[in-house]
């Protein structure tokens, strides 16, 4: 009896304290539909919400350009529909001839006729993307890295010719909404509310996706926060502050693209060109707890210009501002996210926060309803990139950008208690999430002290994990008993679909005693026997892509990899970071297989093969 009654309680203990069981589940937190006026000005004129969620959930629907039939190879699990809050709607609404608008007086309705004409010659004359153009920054000077907002050559055109857009948009957010609560099923699939806030001061991408997990009750009580509005992101804060105040509704938003902001999305100092203190660092992470680190328009990670030790840092790097003639093209350590994290740490130690504390995702950024980030099922960024013989995917020139240079990612992972809107925000917003650039990779991190010798092959490694350890997106925190190294308890699942693995990666930044940032990357598992070298590199997996057929064969590789890995270089005195890297082993690239369609010799642009790979968010570890 006494025995029972000790089992009893260690049950209940254990029961207890258990987390609740996580699942993991993707999605796309950033898609834009025939709603924003640069994908209906890039000929999507038709795939709307509805047809984002439709496509999201797997069902065939038709293609805005090109009007096959089309479908997703593997379905979502969550989407947010997040269109351009600036002339949100406004561009399909002309084309329809359902424009509403105030009268502004002869001279003024006959200028906003002009405009409207022009827009629709364009339309009819397939050159919606130079009248696109004239929406874009024209050619800014390098100001010296001061304020971009207030620079002369900020001189992006004036929209006021369309006159007050407010009933117009706020028709077509309201229809969003209601797309997205027709589509949301929790537990099944989740649909959640959300815009772009596109600021592009000198044409340096600072752009943030809004997202809420509230619905139509509280979505209806404001229309989405423009950069026609301010394009300073401390006033976006400040909305969302105000709204949430007013309204109750909740908000998080997703820094985009930071690899094309001319080194203001991560730098020392606000946008206004201020010293970053402790308010404003509470601040951004308040509101920013997550980032995008992959998508259409290329990689965030690091370049080899910041990571010269890094053999694989330089992936799908683009380079190309968001500006008319896009020449000029210069990467600086506060456009990417390794160098970000940690300056962060350094920014941390002296003032106390640390504003660029973020967990990571990847997302589409497509522009054509279709969240397609399938290597073999990419429908490109705006809806014409479809069609690979279009002048967007002939060119060549080395100074623009077109369907050529375009990456298939990414894809938003959470580990979260229940597919539904609760379910999912909580995640985001305790980092417990992680970025693809495509593929449905299952990946889990935790780090702790002492975790059990039998935990990497435990068919209970998730409750191990989470027992003995902090997951991704958490803290490690130090105590005067813990003198010895972390350990890190990974695992990485191949996509069922997909390629098999070619080895797992520990990322470490800290800050070291003399205040210098540093940086090292860590092979701590990997497939088909291979042994590092003295230096810890070990050698290529090998590649089975038949370049002549776009095919490859899983011969080399392994499904899952997993380990318990002990930081061999670890000083309790610094401060540091830490997130796993995933990589595949080579598949073939959306340029390899379009070239092979058309019968060229290569791609004109980009690799002929891809390392698709996922990225945790990090896990820091806190001195004393």
């Not at 004359?125 to 890295?145: A, C, E, I, R, V």
Request: proline fraction near 6%; hydrophobic fraction near 35%.
């Amino acid at each position: 009896m006494k025995k029972t009654v000790i089992a009893a309680l260690v049950f209940a203990n254990c029961m207890a304290t258990a987390e609740p069981v996580k699942n993991v589940y993707f999605g796309d937190t950033h898609l834009h539909s025939s709603y924003s006026f640069d994908a209906f000005l890039n000929n999507n004129h038709s795939a709307d919400p509805d047809t984002a969620y439709r496509w999201a959930k797997g069902q065939p629907v038709i293609h805005p350009y090109n009007r096959t039939r089309v479908q997703i190879n593997t379905p979502l699990d969550f989407l947010v529909v997040s269109d351009h809050a600036e002339m949100l709607g406004v561009m399909r609404a002309v084309r329809n001839d359902k424009f509403e608008g105030e009268d502004l007086g002869w001279w003024g309705s006959l200028n906003r006729w002009y405009a409207f004409r022009l827009m629709n010659q364009a339309i009819d004359d397939d050159t919606g993307l130079q009248f696109f153009g004239q929406f874009l920054p024209k050619n800014p000077s390098n100001n010296g890295h001061g304020d971009p907002v207030k620079d002369p050559s900020n001189n992006i055109s004036d929209l006021s010719i369309f006159g007050d857009t407010t009933k117009t948009s706020t028709i077509a957010w309201h229809d969003i909404i209601d797309a997205a609560e027709r589509h949301n099923d929790p537990g099944t699939f989740t649909s959640l509310l959300g815009w772009e806030w596109s600021s592009i001061p000198l044409g340096a991408n600072l752009h943030r996706i809004v997202i809420s997990p509230d619905g139509a009750d509280k979505g209806k009580q404001f229309l989405p926060y423009g950069s026609d509005k301010s394009q300073y992101p401390e006033d976006l804060w400040q909305w969302l502050d105000e709204t949430q105040e007013r309204t109750g509704t909740r908000f998080l938003a997703i820094p985009h693209n930071s690899n094309i902001s001319k080194g203001y999305m991560f730098d020392d100092t606000t946008l206004r060109g201020q010293p970053i203190d402790a308010d404003y660092a509470r601040r951004r992470i308040k509101w920013e707890p997550i980032v995008e680190m992959t998508q259409i328009k290329g990689d965030s990670e690091t370049r080899s210009e910041f990571s010269p030790n890094d053999e694989f840092a330089d992936f799908e790097n683009y380079d190309h501002y968001i500006q008319q003639g896009q020449t000029g093209y210069s990467p600086s350590e506060a456009d990417f996210i390794r160098p970000a994290l940690k300056k962060g740490l350094s920014i941390g130690q002296k003032v106390g926060v640390n504003p660029y504390k973020f967990g990571l995702i990847g997302s589409t950024d497509a522009h054509s309803g279709l969240s397609s980030s399938e290597e073999g099922n990419f429908w490109g960024k705006m809806a014409k990139d479809s069609t690979p013989e279009t002048k967007e995917r002939w060119g060549i020139s080395p100074i623009s950008s077109n369907g050529w240079n375009m990456s298939a990612s990414g894809v938003a992972a959470v580990w979260a208690t229940e597919n539904t809107r609760e379910g999912i925000y909580a995640a985001f917003k305790r980092k417990e999430v992680y970025a693809t650039s495509g593929p449905r990779l299952r990946v889990q991190m935790f780090a702790g002290w002492d975790f059990p010798k039998n935990a990497v092959m435990s068919e209970d490694f998730s409750n191990i994990g989470n027992q003995y350890g902090v997951p991704m997106g958490g803290d490690l925190i130090a105590t005067d008993a813990d003198s010895k190294a972390p350990s890190f308890l990974i695992r990485a699942v191949k996509d069922p679909v997909d390629a098999n693995l070619d080895r797992v990666q520990v990322v470490k930044g800290w800050i070291d005693s003399s205040g210098q940032k540093q940086e090292k990357v860590y092979n701590v598992a990997w497939s088909d026997g291979r042994k590092l070298d003295a230096d810890g590199q070990l050698p290529e997996v090998g590649n089975t892509v038949d370049l002549s057929s776009g095919r490859y064969t899983n011969t080399i590789g392994q499904s899952e990899l997993a380990v318990l890995w002990v930081d061999p270089d670890f000083n309790p005195e610094h401060s540091a970071f830490y997130y796993t890297r995933v990589l595949q082993i080579p598949t073939p690239r959306n340029g390899l297989l379009d070239s092979l369609a058309l019968e060229l010799d290569e791609p004109p642009r980009g690799p002929k093969t891809i390392q698709e790979r996922a990225y945790t968010s990090p896990i820091w570890y806190q001195s004393q």
